[in-house]
Every structure is written in structure tokens, then in C-alpha cells.
């Protein structure tokens, strides 16, 4: 099963709350970006219904983030939340370096090969562990491919398109 991180037009996936931990409502949580303060600082995060979910209390448990959320006072509300992933406003998050994005940016982007032609568009975009990997859905099929030097020669977030190297353009038999 792969790892993908729901998405939420306008928004950014901060994490997905695993259930709860201990009996006062808080949730185990395991987030969806390398920076956490993003879920703690940069607006309420709220659910794919769009209600809010304004956090309390925030620290680092044993094995990842416990949070505290205003509408999740007890351990049975916590477990009723099990799987729900959180967003946050893409409007609300700061601006990257030069050479960063965000998930979000590259979901919906045009696939192109190394010719320039379209083979398809970005679906998912999610970590392994080891490296970011994106979903290219086109020509009746499903592509996962590393976003690294070996497989992407150009991102253009203004144009909406990802140019493939010529190695990347073997996993589509071109």
C-alpha cells in the first residue's frame, strides 16, 4: 500500500491524526511535511469538510507528535477522528527558496517528456522513506517515479509543467 497524502484544493496536507493517546482527547499524529510548525503557526487546520480543528496543546511524543485539538475533548472523540487527515490554507504557508515546493504545487502539473511532448499529469505526490516519489497518470496507466536529478530535468511552477530527463522517459517506453 502505497503512502498518499490526501489533497484538498487551495490546501496543503499538514498530517493525519493515527488515533488517540492517553485518555484527555489528545491524538497520536503523523504529519505530511518535514516542518512541523507549519501545523502549530500557520492557521487552523481543518478536515476535508472544512471544519476546523484548532489545536491546544502540541509536543513530541516518543513516536511522533501528540496534539491537543479544541473539539476532540476525550479519548473516544480521538478515536472517532482515527484517519482524518488535516489541511491547512496554501495561502498561509511562507514562501519557499528558490529551489523548494510543496507537494501541492506539483499535483496537476503536465508530465512532459524529455522532447517536450505531453505524456500525462502529476496525480499524487508522497515520500517513501527515502525520497519523494510522484504519480504521472497518462496513456492508460500509472507511473511512480523518484522527483530527483536522475528522473526530472525541468520543474516550471509558473507553466504547470514538469520536464522528464531522457532516462525517465523509459519507464513510459518512449
Known sequence: MRNRIPTKQGF???GTILGAHGIKGEV???LALENEDIVKNYGVPVDEDGTPFSITSWRQGPKGPLGKFKNIPTREDAEEFRGTALFVPREEFPELEEDELYYSDLEGMTVLNHKGDKIGKVGSVFSNGAQDVFTVFGKGNEVLLPYTDDTIATS?????TITLTEFADEFFNL
Open 28 to 30: 497520536k499524529f503523523k
Open 12 to 14: 496543503v496536507c499538514v
Open 156 to 160: 516550471d511552477l509558473e507553466a504547470k
